[in-house]
């Protein structure tokens, strides 16, 4: 998929500066960016939703902790 990217200067000139620091264009820069976005929030979903079953599972024995 192709799209135009609009970014205020300094954040262009930032991602200028380090697609250069690591050798590699400001577009794949962008693309490792992106997908390392997606990844974290994957992560970070399938960590609400295992705590979600913990606590659902578990919800006597937080109970009894609340108590003390």
Known sequence: MAFTLNLKPEV???LKELAEAEHRSM???VEVAVQ???DRHE???WTRQAAR???EE???FFDM???R
């Open 36 to 38: 390392a976005y997606l």
């Open 43 to 45: 992560r970070d979903e």
């Open 53 to 55: 079953r913990v606590f």
């Open 12 to 14: 262009e000139q930032r």
């Open 58 to 60: 578990d919800a006597e």
């Open 65 to 67: 902790l609340g108590d």
């Open 27 to 29: 577009h794949k820069t």
